[in-house]
């Protein structure tokens, strides 16, 4: 409660919608509109709430990915050596520095307030309290971290998903 409290605040502050509004079931994208996002982002983070990173559309990553790796092969192609290459690491990261602005989607599994609130729970935070997780919040972290360890979407990893078979789809 104390995670969803802080981060109602911030939302409530940030957006200057009524405290009513944000609830737990409230979408993402209905309440943040596409140009506050990153902004908004990033005050949960100054105030210490752990919220993913925003994420660039799958169209948007490849036609970033495309543009690398032309201009990595022009340039080769223009020394005349494979070595021109090595041009690929330093414009990826340039890329990946000049997309961050255009990333303002939310990653897959948080789309509500209520599971942005999940992500951010921290247990250190809560130890104290003596609260005790629900089954469906411990199934939701133990599923977002097993996602991110294996580097697949969260959609890709539901409860009854035996670890050999996420083993078999990298």
């Excluded at 990033?42 to 036609?63: F, H, I, K, Y």
């Excluded at 340039?75 to 494979?82: E, I, N, S």
């Excluded at 602005?101 to 729970?121: K, M």
Aim: proline share 5%; hydrophobic share 45%.
């Amino acid at each position: 409660m104390r995670t969803f409290g802080r981060l109602r605040a911030e939302l409530v502050n940030g957006l200057g919608v009524a405290r009513h509004e944000v609830r737990p079931a409230t979408l993402l994208e209905a309440l943040i509109p596409v140009p506050q996002r990153r902004e908004i982002w990033r005050r949960m983070r100054r105030q210490g709430l752990r919220v993913p990173p925003l994420e660039l559309t799958a169209q948007d990553s490849c036609w970033h990915l495309l543009v690398i790796l032309k201009t990595a092969v022009s340039f080769a192609l223009w020394l005349g050596r494979c070595s021109g290459l090595l041009v690929l690491l330093p414009l990826g990261l340039l890329a990946f520095w000049v997309s961050r602005r255009q990333a303002v989607h939310f990653p897959e599994g948080v789309r509500t307030v209520g599971e942005l609130t999940l992500y951010s729970i921290c247990f250190a935070d809560h130890k104290a309290s003596g609260y005790r997780w629900t089954s469906n919040e411990i199934s939701f972290e133990v599923r977002l971290a097993v996602a991110e360890a294996f580097n697949l979407p969260l959609d890709a990893v539901r409860p009854e998903t035996k670890l050999a078979e996420l083993d078999s789809q990298l």
